[in-house]
């Protein structure tokens, strides 16, 4: 059975941090990329970030990029997202997903949420000002 459990959310300050992490099982992880993505109420949900689990490509939303980091243990299974400078419109549930195929190396690779199979249940980032 695949399954993807996202944690590391909280309530956090601006210009504060966080790590996100997301623990990946029932696949094989160097087969699939995983991407981080996050909805806030009443919005779009949103690609942040992905990593490729066979050669470590990762790529950044723009609305990310110099302030969140992608990484992973595939020895573990697992994948975090370090989280600096937090700003409030960082706040929302981030959900971590799987797919195959994806390079991570475009946006296009976060932004077609269909080519992600398996997601995760989502971890509440709340950022105060």
Do not use: H
């Not at 942040?48 to 969140?68: A, E, H, L, P, Q």
């Amino acid at each position: 059975e695949v399954q993807l459990q996202a944690s590391g959310g909280g309530l956090v300050q601006s210009g504060g941090s966080l790590r996100l992490s997301c623990a990946a099982s029932g696949f094989t992880f160097d087969d699939y990329a995983i991407g981080w993505f996050r909805q806030a109420p009443g919005k779009e949900r949103e690609g942040v970030s992905c990593i490729s689990g066979s050669d470590g490509s990762t790529f950044y939303g723009d609305s990310v990029k110099g302030r969140f980091t992608i990484s992973s243990d595939n020895a573990k299974n697992m994948v975090y997202l370090q989280m600096n400078s937090l700003k409030p419109e960082d706040t929302a549930v981030y959900y971590c997903a799987a797919g195959s195929d994806i390079g991570c190396v475009s946006e296009y690779d976060v932004r077609i949420f269909s080519m992600y199979d398996y997601w995760g249940q989502g971890t509440q980032v709340t950022v105060s000002s």
